[in-house]
Nanobody
């Protein structure tokens, strides 16, 4: 199983980006997905959560601006980021709990995608 994060890039303050996290390989289902971010010289912080039951939760710093969602048919989870600020600049990582064919759950990380918010 592989997790591929994409969609990062350079955007001006106030702009938008949509990140994608796609799972590939042989597995039964994606249970839950989180998005994290790590700014230069800082620790990796949790940004958004999408639980198995479909509930969402966000860091206070992104509430009202970021939205996490999923497309089960495409095995993809999205992070829609609006009203971006320079302090949102970071490498964004997705982490997914995936149920394998054998029935056990494993945690997988995507490789990270860089978001730069700058004028």
């Amino acid at each position: 199983v592989q997790l591929q994060a994409s969609g990062g890039g350079l955007v001006q303050p106030g702009g938008s980006l949509r990140l994608s996290c796609t799972a590939s390989g042989s597995f039964f289902k994606i249970v839950a997905v989180d998005w994290y971010r790590q700014a230069p010289g800082k620790q990796r912080d949790l940004v958004a959560v999408l639980t198995a039951g479909g509930n969402t939760n966000y860091a206070d710093s992104v509430k009202g601006r970021f939205t996490i969602s999923r497309d089960n048919a495409k095995n993809t989870v999205y992070l829609q980021m609006n009203s971006l600020k320079p302090e949102d600049t970071a490498v964004y990582y997705c982490n997914a709990i995936i149920t394998l064919i054998a029935g056990n759950d494993f945690s997988y990380w995507g490789q990270g995608t860089l978001v730069t918010v700058s004028s």
